[in-house]
């Protein structure tokens, strides 16, 4: 662990994660990895990220924090939520997404986004 202080502008990010209807801008700093995503919509995981990670459903953990827009989840036991603006989420693998409504998805992801 490191006790220097580290700032990465998210509108410059590191990498950017382009996908159909959506992509996440990457900060890498020494001990996180943060991201921004975007998702527009009718973005959906199953449809947009599934054919790249060739997963059944998301197997990344999410903690994260929604800044506009709609989501919701739907877990693979069949549990689901609805997520807004405001709302702080922890999302575990097992997991399909989608944007809800007519206005894009946009969060914080500040555990899902190493990889």
Not at 38 to 62: A, D, L, R
Not at 93 to 100: N, R
């Amino acid at each position: 662990m490191t006790n220097l202080l580290q700032k990465k502008n998210m509108d410059s990010p590191d990498d950017i994660r382009s996908f159909n209807k959506g992509k996440m801008q990457i900060a890498s700093l020494q001990e996180a990895t943060i991201g921004r995503f975007v998702f527009e919509p009718g973005w959906k995981w199953s449809e947009s990220v599934k054919p790249i990670v060739k997963t059944e459903s998301c197997q990344q953990m999410h903690t994260g924090y929604l800044i506009s827009g709609r989501m919701r989840v739907r877990m693979d036991d069949g549990t689901e939520a609805e997520a807004g603006p405001g709302d702080a989420v922890i999302i575990p693998p097992g997991h399909d997404a989608w944007v809800v409504g007519n206005e894009p998805c946009i969060g914080i992801d500040f555990t899902g986004a190493k990889t």
